[in-house]
């Protein structure tokens, strides 16, 4: 893998990327929220070789730093195609986790066409009409919430909250110490990302997946409602939902092999 750099107005994008073949699938792996491109770790020395792969660092996040936080959902999807096209990236299959998951919707609404197929792990669907309006003031509220909960008792929560195994509880533990010393720039971190995701749920737009799509959960996602919203979104789009038992939120963590395997023959399929 090789690191590069993508300059926004905002700040420096810090991503990884391996290319066999340009004109093959893309593998493009989004972590979720106060995570970074560690996440995929498991992922990526599977696929690397096999396919082109490549991982970003969020705006804001970890190498992706300093950066300024007047950034929405829909400018992270364009920056997001603006690194593909700096890759010469002709069909890019994202693999969203979490927040991932939300901006490869997000890419999906602006650029319907470009998409070869779309992951959700532990993600939910961007439309309005899943989501209360007391979840929405709450998603808008929450960096204060980060700011004052003791550090040692938010890296608990963290890590134990996201993942079931050692590994996926101790890489997060890893990814979370990034803003060790900084609890101010990791509240803010979190705080802006739930509050642009409620400012594009507002938007009320179809967010429709038009690509061949899958969904992974992990039956003991506690995150949220992930696992109600895992159960709509596929009955109300038919998207095949997999559901990955003994795992938590960061399932392709906690179930790599499990996970790889899905994408796997999900990239077979298409």
């Not at 890296?155 to 590994?167: D, I």
């Not at 960061?250 to 023959?265: F, G, M, Q, W, Y």
Request: glycine share 8%; charged share 20%; aromatic share 12%.
């Amino acid at each position: 893998m090789k690191e590069k750099t993508y300059s926004t107005r905002s700040g420096v994008i810090h991503y990884w990327t391996h290319v066999v073949d340009a004109n093959s699938i893309t593998i493009v792996f989004l972590p979720g929220l106060t995570a970074d491109h560690r996440l995929f770790d498991k992922q990526i020395s599977y696929f690397e070789g096999r396919y082109n792969v490549l991982v970003w660092d969020a705006p804001a996040h970890a190498a992706s730093w300093p950066f300024t936080f007047d950034f929405n959902l829909m400018n992270k999807a364009q920056w997001l195609d603006g690194i593909l096209e700096q890759e010469n990236i002709k069909n890019p299959m994202i693999v969203g986790q979490s927040m991932g998951g939300y901006v490869g919707q997000a890419y999906a609404q602006l650029y319907p066409d470009k998409l070869s197929g779309f992951i959700s792990i532990d993600s939910a669907p961007l439309q309005r009409k899943y989501v209360t309006e007391i979840e929405i003031w709450l998603l808008k509220r929450m960096e204060p919430v980060y700011y004052h909960y003791p550090w040692k008792s938010l890296l608990k929560a963290g890590t134990n909250g996201v993942a079931t195994s050692e590994y996926g509880r101790q890489l997060m533990r890893e990814m979370m110490m990034v803003y060790d010393g900084d609890k101010k720039r990791y509240a803010q971190l979190a705080g802006h990302g739930f509050y642009i995701l409620a400012e594009a749920m507002e938007m009320d737009l179809p967010y429709e997946i038009k690509c061949p799509a899958l969904l992974i959960c992990g039956e003991q996602d506690h995150a949220g409602s992930c696992v109600r919203y895992n159960k709509a979104w596929h009955k109300n789009t038919s998207i095949p939902l997999e559901w990955i038992k003994g795992a938590g939120h960061n399932s392709n963590t906690d179930k790599p092999d499990i996970v790889n395997r899905l994408i796997e023959n999900f990239i077979k399929k298409i």
